[in-house]
């Protein structure tokens, strides 16, 4: 059985470049490795409705916390069996974002804390009412608040695709996401937080490049489960 680990951060902080980067010095170990991101943009009704609904579509809903917390959960509820699948054939499944995010962001935007009604909601719902796998390891990937908006900016100005959403906007939500995220880390909510230093500028590696000594330090400990 592999090791499910996911990456957690506002939005800009680096998951997925850090995903990428520990995907490649995994693999340079001689572990087998899959990501999957969520939400799966494409891939799910849920989260294809979430997005619209973060760029202003279908009326209402985005100002809903738990209409939109329902389908970021449909979305992995209907990944399940996937993530068991890939749990059987790989040494490490790695998450970009998972229960986790649900949990900051609708606390973050209910202004309530780590032992609040929606904190309690997102785990009864997601890993108790969905049978969702509870990860092993959980990456928070902590850059400061403006940091990561300037990453989200440079990031949609070199892609056209990714414009800046609803959330992405929000300063305020993000400040309060970013406090939600160290709560969740520091009460080791669901399993065991890493917190790593993101402020790291780092330039986009290649798959075969050979990643930098402390990505290549934490795949180990990933791989070997310390
Ligand atoms: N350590 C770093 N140093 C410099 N630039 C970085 C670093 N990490 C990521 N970036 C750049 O910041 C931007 C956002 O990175 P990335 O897409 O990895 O973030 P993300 O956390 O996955 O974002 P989102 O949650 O919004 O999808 C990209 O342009 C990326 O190249
Ligand atoms: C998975 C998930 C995400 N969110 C929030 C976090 C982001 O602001 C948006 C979209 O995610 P992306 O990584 O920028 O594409 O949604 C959330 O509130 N709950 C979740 O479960």
Redesign the pocket.
Known sequence: MGRLVVVE??????????TESLTAALRAQGATVTTLAFPRYGRDVHADLVREALHGAHGDLADSVYGMALLYALDRRDAADEIRLALSSHDVVLL??YVASNAAYQAARLGEGVDGPVVRWVRDLEIDRFGLPVPDRQLL?RVPVDL?AR??R??AE?DTS?KIDAF?SDDTLQARCSRMYDALAERGWLSQWHVLD?T?????QGADAEQPEDVAALATSLYLGK
């Open positions: 951060g506002l939005d800009g902080a680096g998951k997925r470049t850090l970009d974002r990937l990561a990453r989200a440079t990031r070199q990714r992405e993101g790291r500028e780092r330039s986009r």
